[in-house]
C-alpha cells in the first residue's frame, strides 16, 4: 500500500506484501531463509532511476497476474522473483539519501516497531528498546526516514490489516486486536484515512474482483 506524509516536505512509502506461504511455492526452505536475512528493517530512499525500475517491476508483475493461458503462472512466478530480488538489492547496504548510513538507534527502532507493532507499544517504550529520549528519537527518526514515529507505526499496522482483509475471514475487531488498534473504530478511522473507503468496503472489493 501506499502512504504519505502530511508533515513532511516530501514523504512517499510503499509497502509490499509477499506471502511466505506463495513464496515456498517458487523458493526452498534454505532459499526462504536467506530471504529473510537480506530483508532486514531498513529506509531504502529511492533515487529516480530505482524509482522508476520498481514502477516497472510493480507494473509487469500486474500485467502478469491479470492475463492467463500458455505459460502464464510461469511468467507471473519470474515477474514476482525479479521484484523480490530487486527489493533486495536495493535493500542492501541500508543507505539513505546521500550515502549515509542509517543510525543504529533507528534500526533498533525499526526493528522494535515491525515486533511489537500489534503491542500498541508508546513512544516511550520504543525509545527505551533504543537506548535514547524520546525526543531524540523522534527528530533523528523524522530525519532519516521522512516519517514521524507514529506514522510509520500506522503504516505498519496498516501493511498488517491489509494482508489480513485480502487473506482471512478476521473480524474487523480480530483484525485490529491482531494489529494494534484499540478497537475496529479507531481501525476503520486510520484505514480510511490512508485509502478512502472503509476496511470493510475494501474487503468486499477485493471479493469481488476474484
Given amino acids: 500500500h501506499y502512504a504519505q506524509s502530511r508533515d513532511a516536505e516530501y514523504y512517499e512509502r510503499f509497502v509490499l506484501n509477499f506471502s511466505e506461504t506463495a513464496l515456498s511455492a517458487l523458493l526452498s526452505r534454505e532459499e ?19 524509482t522508476e525500475l520498481m514502477l516497472d517491476f510493480f507494473k509487469r508483475v500486474n500485467g502478469y497476474f491479470e ?9 507471473q512466478h ?11 538489492e536495493c535493500t542492501q547496504g541500508e543507505q539513505t539519501v546521500g550515502g549515509r548510513q542509517i543510525p ?29 529520549n524520546k525526543y531524540h528519537l523522534c527528530h533523528t527518526f523524522k530525519e532519516i526516514t521522512g516519517a514521524t514515529v507514529l506514522e510509520y507505526l500506522n503504516n505498519v499496522r496498516l501493511s498488517k490489516a491489509h494482508s489480513l482483509l485480502m487473506d482471512t475471514g478476521y473480524s ?23 485509502y478512502g473507503m472503509a476496511p470493510t468496503q475494501f474487503r468486499k472489493r477485493k471479493e469481488s474482483m476474484r
Fill in 67 to 75: 492475463k492467463s493461458g500458455f505459460l502464464s503462472e510461469k511468467l
Fill in 172 to 194: 474487523m475487531e480480530e483484525i485490529a486486536r491482531e494489529t494494534g488498534f484499540s478497537s475496529s473504530l479507531n481501525l476503520t478511522r486510520v484505514f480510511k484515512k490512508a
Fill in 78 to 88: 519470474t515477474a514476482l522473483i525479479q521484484l523480490v530480488m530487486y527489493v533486495v
Fill in 32 to 50: 526462504l531463509r536467506l530471504l529473510r536475512e537480506k530483508l532486514v528493517p531498513c529506509v531504502v530512499h529511492l533515487n529516480e532511476e530505482q
Fill in 104 to 132: 543504529a538507534q533507528i534500526r533498533t527502532a525499526l526493528t522494535y516497531i515491525n515486533q511489537h507493532y500489534s503491542e500498541n507499544p508508546g513512544l516511550e517504550e520504543i525509545a527505551g528498546a533504543c537506548n535514547v
